[in-house]
């Protein structure tokens, strides 16, 4: 055998042998489940308990109702904000939809969920 041969034999058996632990740690990692949690933060637990109303900066008891007018200069021609030509309404994505989750304001890396129910 020339040394072109032995060469390309130790390399197929080096490739071989990389994508078989590859595989195998594929394997491995997919059994590994998260379990479903109320939110997720960066160091530990999130502080708030899984059935909390409200974060502690906000008043539950506010009074409720009254009136919001918002002014922007310009105009509209869609209520559509995923259109290529036209121009929507500023603040249109503010006030209509809304995230999965929401960041607690006194915890700088914490997410709760707003929308979603859990998280893994």
């Not at 933060?41 to 007018?69: C, Q």
Request: net charge positive.
């Amino acid at each position: 055998m020339t040394k072109l041969n032995l060469l390309t034999r130790y390399m197929k058996f080096k490739f071989c042998g990389f994508g078989l632990v590859f595989i195998l740690w594929l394997g491995v990692t997919a059994l590994a489940r998260a379990e479903a949690q109320h939110g997720i933060a960066m160091h530990g637990d999130p502080a708030l308990p899984r059935d909390f109303t409200a974060f502690g900066y906000v008043n539950p008891d506010a009074p409720k109702g009254g009136e919001l007018k918002l002014a922007e200069y310009g105009s509209f021609d869609s209520l559509n904000p995923f259109i290529v030509r036209g121009q929507t309404p500023r603040g249109l994505r503010d006030w209509v939809f809304d995230s999965l989750m929401r960041r607690n304001n006194d915890e700088p890396f914490s997410l709760y969920g707003l929308i979603a129910r859990s998280v893994e």
